[in-house]
């Protein structure tokens, strides 16, 4: 009988707790210039489409925000150090961060990780370094403090300042790890395949970025592709490493940061773009070129490839103070006067022209519709092209070939949990379309490309978690999770019970379940009972276990997942992190499903996941709730702060369902396989699903996808707990597979204004 999933609306109450975190893929340290020669500066400022070096002596004086211009990284680095350094301003922020610090959850947890979950930064200890070391400039001072959050590698905490949203410095040669074959081992490092098509459009968007390098004589065709020997005078893997070590952040696991460090895909609006990793892509305008030892035809050749700068604010400028006065200075128009909302591009464009072709079904109509066909940067063959299903910040495929017999093998890019702005109703739509038509193909096997997914609304992590766990984990939701018992913590929370018509904000009992899944009442005090984690020889005080709240004003499910876990795998890079993370934990820890990610180093272990927390959010977020509490003057309470900056923290952890007062951020969840790249997976995703679904599905091969060396931590517990649960599940027919639907009837627009979403 066909089953349907009914979902008339959600309604969330609970605040948004952060809007966006930028992703952080500049450099960690100040980076040299390279040694082994390479143009000057004079030989870059004489290049015809290079921004000229300004007469006047104020470095910024021509460095103004000027659409599609290119600066020589130099002349961006020269504008960023001529602000004066400013003790006032150092010791506002590093006041402000100390306190919004004292919020999180996990300061006592990076003191010390182990691999590969490796954290050891002391932030109290760096911060009492920052507040007493001697800077030239302003800059030096916002970059120390940058690094120190980067060396986290966590993406939910950062430290961003109008230095690290001011410019932009790329090559468009990114690097890839690539082997000989599929299942072989045999990486090597290669400047991307299709290189050359990333300048092409590099070139449309930035005026004859071509001409700059041809007239240098960097043959361009010839780099595309090429295998790299040695860059900047080191091996190219320990120069890989050394950029995921210092510059990449984000990601804890080193392996991961590898993969960051190199080119890679994501879905931008409706467009699949590629990303540049953050070898060829700098935050900060630090390293003015790159040597390469390429292997050619006729032998080895040295090429030495300079970054540009484009600026990425949009406030014009024309002087040093002008500079620092439009980007940096407080306006006093927010108690913080936040930036968190700018975006750190991977990639300066999203234009790449090569697209396949495919019916969409179901097509909706909104100002977020799905595109009539896939835009994507691939060199596809149409022999190869998988059919489309629909989907704008989701799309859904089907293989044309799958090569595994009897089955029909469905791929779903979900790339965020972040809709475009508006475009909530849109991503719902377009899930419960997807599946239909996954239904209508008569899909068998799924695989979720989690490529890149850096999370966003936990309301929509749920609702995935609900398709792909089905009614016996209606209850759970999400995972328990705890905030850290601070004094100003504690004090929001008085204010929310005293005065329970106020906004919930961050603290407020209505945001939250008790860990048995009953709502909380109004004047609940969460910290009156407080729960103590140890670790690294410090108890962290906390509040009792909650669960978000995500009232159900009518769900129907299946009392199965839309596929048994064996018929789905986890597909991805061990970026998805977040509310991905959350999504993945769940359904992985719960019922076990099967993960995969591609790796250069196939035969280390890799995290399928990065970054989990519960709840992050930011300094503005937290200025906002001081607001509201009236509690703005409290002496717990941080200054206002007077430069456009931004701290980014881990608000409220999730803890694991199988180890006790154990967070899951830090539990170790290696992928069950790896495998590495060749040249055609690199250049089209989709072989690479076909690939995955023949070695996990087809009974006849055996599988030359590597085995985890590790194993995933509580997993067991995990498998033993939900046996008799989803027994049921594993055992599912194909034809009852191939009948499950889901429909959504939601209206357009009145879901999103149901709902206030909780970001993390």
């Keep these: 009988m066909l089953m349907y999933l009914t979902l008339l609306w959600l309604e969330v109450l609970a605040s948004t707790s952060e809007a966006r975190h930028p992703f952080r893929h500049g450099p960690g340290v100040l980076y040299p210039d390279s040694g082994l020669g390479g143009p000057s500066l004079q030989v870059l400022e004489s290049l015809p489409d290079v921004q000229k070096r300004q007469v006047s002596s104020d470095p910024c004086a021509t460095l103004a925000s000027t659409n599609n211009t290119l600066f020589t990284v130099a002349q961006a680095r020269a504008c960023l150090k001529s602000v004066p350094f400013d003790d006032v301003v150092r010791q506002n922020v590093l006041d402000v961060v100390q306190k919004i610090y004292n919020l999180d959850i996990f300061e006592y947890e990076q003191l010390n990780q182990s691999l590969p979950l490796n954290q050891s930064t002391n932030i109290r200890a760096e911060l009492s370094r920052i507040g007493n070391a001697t800077y030239s400039c302003d800059y030096d001072f916002n970059r120390d403090l940058y690094s120190v959050f980067n060396s986290l590698n966590d993406g939910h905490h950062y430290y961003s300042s109008c230095y690290s949203n001011a410019f932009i410095s790329f090559t468009p040669f990114p690097l890839v790890a690539l082997a000989s074959s599929l ?308 004090k929001f929370l008085n204010y929310h019970i005293q005065n329970p018509q106020a906004d919930a904000g961050l603290y407020g009992p209505l945001n939250f379940r008790a860990a048995n899944g009953n709502d909380l009442l109004s004047n609940f005090n969460y910290f009156s009972v407080q729960g103590n984690i140890v670790e690294n020889g410090q108890t962290l005080k906390t509040s009792q276990p909650l669960r978000d709240v995500l009232y159900q004003n009518y769900l129907s499910r299946s009392s199965s997942p839309v596929y048994s876990p064996a018929d789905v795998a986890i597909y991805g890079d061990g970026t998805c992190g977040s509310a991905c993370a959350s999504f993945t934990s769940f359904i992985t820890q719960y019922l076990n499903y099967t993960t995969v990610v591609q790796t250069g180093t196939p035969n280390s272990s890799i995290e399928f996941q990065s970054f989990e927390a519960g709840q992050a959010t930011t300094s503005s977020a937290i200025y906002l709730e001081l607001n509201n509490t009236l509690l703005t003057n409290d002496t717990d309470s941080p200054p206002p702060l007077l430069v456009q900056s931004t701290v980014g923290i881990a608000l409220r952890g999730h803890l694991s369902p199988f180890v006790p007062e154990q967070f899951l951020q830090y539990i170790s969840r290696p992928a069950n396989y790896t495998f590495a790249h060749t040249v055609e997976t690199y250049n089209n995703p989709f072989k690479a699903h076909a690939y995955i679904a023949t070695q996990i599905w087809a009974s006849s091969n055996s599988s030359s996808l590597t085995p985890s060396v590790g194993t995933v931590s509580g997993s067991s517990g995990g498998n033993s707990s939900t046996t008799s649960s989803s027994g049921n599940n594993s055992n599912q027919s194909g034809a009852d597979k191939k009948a499950l639907g889901l429909l959504w009837v939601v209206g357009s627009g009145a879901f999103a204004l149901g709902m206030t979403f909780l970001v993390f």
């Excluded at 045999?186 to 991307?192: G, M, N, P, R, V």
């Excluded at 699949?272 to 050619?296: C, K, M, Y």
């Excluded at 002087?319 to 990639?347: I, P």
Aim: overall charge negative; some cysteine.
């Design 183 to 490: 299942g072989a081992n045999d990486t090597k490092i290669y400047i991307a395949p299709g290189s050359n098509n990333i300048a092409a459009q590099y070139n449309i968007y930035f005026e004859n970025i071509l001409d700059l390098y041809e007239t240098q004589g960097i043959n361009i065709t010839e780099l595309s592709g090429a295998e790299v020997q040695m860059i900047d005078g080191m091996e190219p893997m320990a120069f890989i490493d050394y950029i995921a070590n210092n510059e990449t952040g984000t990601y804890p696991d080193i392996q991961v940061r590898r993969n960051a460090a190199m080119a890679s895909y994501t879905l931008v609006g409706s467009t699949i773009t590629r990303t540049l990793g953050s070898v060829a892509q700098q935050t900060f305008p630090e390293r003015d070129n790159i040597t390469f030892q390429i292997s050619t035809e006729s032998g080895s050749k040295q090429v030495v490839v300079p970054y540009f700068a484009r600026a990425i604010s949009d406030k014009s400028y024309a002087s040093t103070s002008t500079f620092f006065q439009e980007n940096c200075l407080s306006t006093g128009s927010t108690a913080s006067d936040s930036k968190e909302d700018v975006a750190h591009a991977r990639n300066p464009t999203s234009i790449f022209p090569h697209s396949i072709n495919g019916p969409i079904k179901r097509q909706t109509s909104s100002a977020c519709e799905a595109p009539s066909s896939p835009y994507l940067p691939l060199l596809i063959d149409s022999s190869d092209s998988a059919q489309y299903l629909g989907g704008r910040n989701v799309q859904f495929f089907v293989l044309s070939k799958s090569s595994v017999e009897n089955e029909i093998v469905g791929v779903i890019f979900l790339a965020t949990f972040e809709p475009d702005e508006g475009c909530t109703s849109q991503f719902l739509e377009d899930t419960s379309l997807g599946f239909q038509n996954f239904t209508e193909a008569g899909v068998t096997k799924v695989i979720i490309d989690t490529t890149q997914n850096g999370g966003g609304s936990v309301t929509l992590n749920i609702v995935w978690q609900s398709i792909f766990s089905g009614t016996p984990y209606q209850e759970y939701l999400n995972f328990e999770g705890v905030l850290r018992a601070a004094p100003l913590a504690e």
